[in-house]
């Protein structure tokens, strides 16, 4: 009878630890394909060359939140710099993204080099709204995948009754047109603002 039930015992195990092999995917294939969902769709060059756009993008951005026109200035030109340096040719796709992607960064290198001839705060700021809607079509249409950025919407960036957008590499909100030193709100204003959307989208299983 025990010879029985261990037999029985031996049977149950041998089940289960076939069942474990077939369902489970080889320790190998499961690093490979997590290596494949790491794999950028342009290539590095290009992807080094975008971060810094994205960067100089930032420091014009949190410039603007600081109400710092000098620092800002130097942001933008620097950004125009990087965008006119960017190798879009090294882009994975077909002539006709190339193509679009090459135009979109010589409109956002066109506005950025224009963002100092603004008038004042206020010109900057809608000189700034232009420059992030050349970036959001650029980054879209090259897309990068490098880091998660967000677009952002301020429904008072204008007025108090005209909206704006900018990108963001934290959801936290930073509000570059109100900012932190705005003549009537001061500070108070400076969270005002939704996320809209992020990049890169979500992989489909």
Same mark, same amino acid.
């Given at each position: 009878?025990?010879?029985?039930?261990? =037999?029985?015992?031996?049977?149950?195990?041998?089940?289960?630890?076939?069942?474990?092999?077939?369902?489970?995917?080889?320790?190998?294939?499961?690093?490979?394909?997590?290596?494949?969902?790491?794999?950028?769709?342009?290539?590095?060059?290009?992807?080094?060359?975008?971060?810094?756009?994205?960067?100089?993008?930032?420091?014009?951005?949190?410039?603007?939140?600081?109400?710092?026109?000098?620092?800002?200035?130097?942001?933008?030109?620097? /950004?125009?710099?990087?965008?006119?340096? /960017?190798?879009?040719?090294?882009?994975?796709?077909?002539?006709?993204?190339?193509?679009?992607?090459?135009?979109?960064?010589?409109? /956002?290198?066109?506005?950025?080099?224009?963002?100092?001839?603004?008038?004042?705060?206020?010109?900057?700021?809608?000189?700034?709204?232009?420059?992030?809607?050349? =970036?959001?079509?650029?980054?879209?249409?090259?897309?990068?995948?490098?880091?998660?950025?967000?677009?952002?919407?301020?429904?008072?960036?204008?007025?108090?009754?005209?909206?704006?957008?900018?990108?963001?590499?934290?959801?936290?909100?930073?509000?570059?047109?109100?900012?932190?030193?705005?003549?009537?709100?001061?500070?108070?204003?400076?969270?005002?603002?939704?996320?809209?959307?992020?990049?890169?989208?979500?992989?489909?299983?």
């Amino acid at each position: 009878m025990k010879k029985f039930v261990l =037999l029985i015992v031996v049977f149950i195990a041998a089940g289960l630890l076939a069942y474990k092999l077939l369902s489970d995917k080889p320790v190998g294939q499961q690093s490979h394909d997590d290596r494949a969902l790491r794999i950028s769709k342009n290539t590095a060059a290009f992807n080094n060359a975008f971060g810094s756009v994205l960067d100089n993008y930032f420091a014009l951005h949190d410039a603007l939140v600081n109400w710092d026109t000098l620092k800002a200035d130097q942001a933008a030109y620097a /950004l125009a710099a990087k965008t006119d340096s /960017l190798p879009i040719r090294q882009v994975r796709g077909d002539s006709g993204i190339i193509l679009t992607a090459q135009s979109m960064a010589a409109s /956002l290198s066109g506005d950025a080099k224009g963002f100092s001839a603004s008038a004042g705060y206020e010109g900057r700021r809608q000189t700034f709204n232009t420059v992030t809607d050349d =970036l959001y079509n650029l980054l879209r249409t090259v897309q990068y995948d490098q880091s998660k950025i967000y677009h952002i919407r301020c429904p008072m960036a204008f007025k108090d009754s005209l909206e704006g957008f900018w990108l963001s590499n934290t959801p936290e909100i930073a509000n570059p047109y109100l900012g932190n030193k705005h003549p009537v709100y001061k500070a108070k204003m400076v969270t005002c603002g939704e996320i809209i959307d992020s990049f890169p989208l979500p992989k489909k299983n």
